[in-house]
């Protein structure tokens, strides 16, 4: 799994991550090596790290609510 700063991807969701940063910056014309300086190559990771921490964020709430919902429900049966 690839790891950056507290976010940990299974290598199936980084290869799928990398190919559309590829993708995105093929179509506006940018060669990572060439266009972008470090800092902006930075701010792309750190980006990318907030957008991922949130989607695990929703995720976790998401399955939280789902295990809630799943109890309630085999509580009610069990009555």
Not at 24 to 34: D, G
Not at 51 to 72: P, R
Request: net charge positive; proline share 3%; no cysteine.
């Amino acid at each position: 799994m690839a790891e950056r700063k507290g976010v940990t991807l299974p290598k199936s969701q980084q290869d799928l991550v990398n190919i559309l940063v590829k993708n995105t910056l093929k179509k506006h014309n940018i060669q990572p090596n060439k266009n972008l300086t470090k800092q902006e190559k930075e701010e792309i990771r750190n980006l990318f790290s907030q957008l991922q921490n949130e989607v695990n964020e929703l995720l976790q709430e998401e399955k939280n609510n789902n295990t809630t919902n799943t109890n309630a429900k085999l509580s009610k049966k069990g009555k």
